[in-house]
């Protein structure tokens, strides 16, 4: 049987959804197909772009921001994308879904998740826009709402990446799928020192609860903290804090680099869906503060390889932050914790699927 692996676009960041992608086109030996490619892509997975460079320079970049027309457009693309030659069609995160598969066709969708603003964050995400605005976005999300439940129909299994995603799956489609866990290559992370400051590395969104890390290290001056990532500008709410430092994008490396040698990593967000940069913290034995709740709640083993915050406020995460040097750590202890996210398991676990469904049909 033939297998290819379709991809929403490979932006100029390679992040976790594009890692997955590429690892299953890696693991299966497929040809990746994607809207387009705007980074300069080296590895050893073929990754062919059949709409190049068509958003990356287009006029009307000018008009509205590119993200938007990215996400409005791409699913038309899928819809025209003749795969017919393939028995099987493995499509990742949300927007491929839109691939119109034959009659005779397998699909498979690995789903980080169902559009959470259009679900479970719909409400956060409307009252943050400005009121003139929100009329527009819930005509617009409805929209997009009716577009996702239509795709649904094409996919004839779901992989959820936790069992986060599976229920959120259940809850909005009432589909039934198999939780396979993104794959992190644990063995390329190592401990290294403790320079004595806090990592948060996250995209910088209001559901990432980036505020509260700001206003717990203002009431704690005598604790850094170092911020990776980038979207909204948190540096105005940060003005005064010497002991805040925002370090924007940065290579793989040198993410590696502070994870190695930071104190522990901060990881607060709203229910999250998986979260990989805790599981990459625990590979490079450094402990997670997080929350109750999302996929963060099955990662962290209380006081073995990280500590929850009671509460998603700065109060209660400034008294952790306190209360932090009482703690000891067993690197090795925290390092075991990611071992059943490695990307060996992933491997086989997708092959097992793709097995599976061969023997049926």
């Known amino acids: 049987m033939k297998i290819v692996v379709i991809h929403d676009r490979i932006p100029n960041q390679i992040r976790g959804g594009e890692r997955v992608a590429i690892e299953i086109a890696k693991t299966l030996n497929a040809s990746l197909y994607t809207s387009y490619i705007d980074t300069k892509y080296d590895g050893n997975v073929n990754i062919i772009p059949f709409k190049q460079d068509k958003y990356v320079n287009s006029w009307y970049h000018r008009l509205i921001r590119r993200e938007v027309i990215e996400t409005t457009l791409i699913p038309f693309d899928f819809e025209q994308l003749d795969l017919a030659e393939y028995d099987i069609v493995f499509s990742s995160a949300v927007l491929s879904r839109s691939y119109i598969p034959t009659i005779d066709q397998y699909t498979i969708n690995y789903l980080h998740s169902p559009p959470r603003w259009l679900y479970d964050l719909h409400r956060v995400r409307i009252n943050m826009l400005n009121p003139k605005l ?3 976005a819930k005509f617009w999300s409805q929209w997009w709402r009716t ?3 239509t ?9 959820a990446n936790s069992e986060v995603v599976q229920k959120r799956i259940k809850r909005y489609y009432n589909r039934e799928s198999e939780v396979i866990y993104p794959p992190v290559y644990t063995k390329d992370y190592k401990w290294n020192n403790d320079e004595r400051y806090f990592l948060s590395i ?7 609860r980036i505020d509260v890390l700001i206003n717990a290290f203002r009431d704690t001056p005598e604790k850094e903290l170092r911020i990776v990532g980038t979207g909204m500008n ?4 940060a003005k005064g804090c010497s ?7 940065v290579p793989e490396e040198e993410k590696m680099e502070l994870l190695s040698n930071c104190t522990a990593l901060i990881s607060i967000p709203m229910d999250e869906d998986f979260g990989i940069i805790p599981i990459e913290s625990f590979a490079s ?9 999302g996929f963060t709640q099955y990662q962290i083993n209380s006081y073995k390889n990280g500590i929850f915050v009671d509460e998603p406020t700065p109060l209660a995460l400034a008294k952790v932050l306190k209360d932090f040097d009482r703690h000891d750590w067993d690197i090795k202890d925290i390092q075991a914790s990611a071992k059943k996210y490695d990307v060996e398991i992933f491997r086989r676990k997708i092959k097992s699927v793709t097995r599976r469904i061969m023997i049926d049909e």
């Open 202 to 208: 996250s995209g910088l969104y209001p559901e990432k």
């Open 285 to 293: 034995g450094k402990p997670v503060i997080g929350v109750k709740e």
């Open 147 to 149: 577009w996702d439940l």
């Open 134 to 136: 929100r009329l527009f």
């Open 151 to 159: 795709v649904d129909k094409y996919i004839d299994k779901y992989i």
């Open 234 to 237: 948190y540096k105005k709410l």
């Open 243 to 249: 002991n805040i430092k925002f370090l924007g994008s």
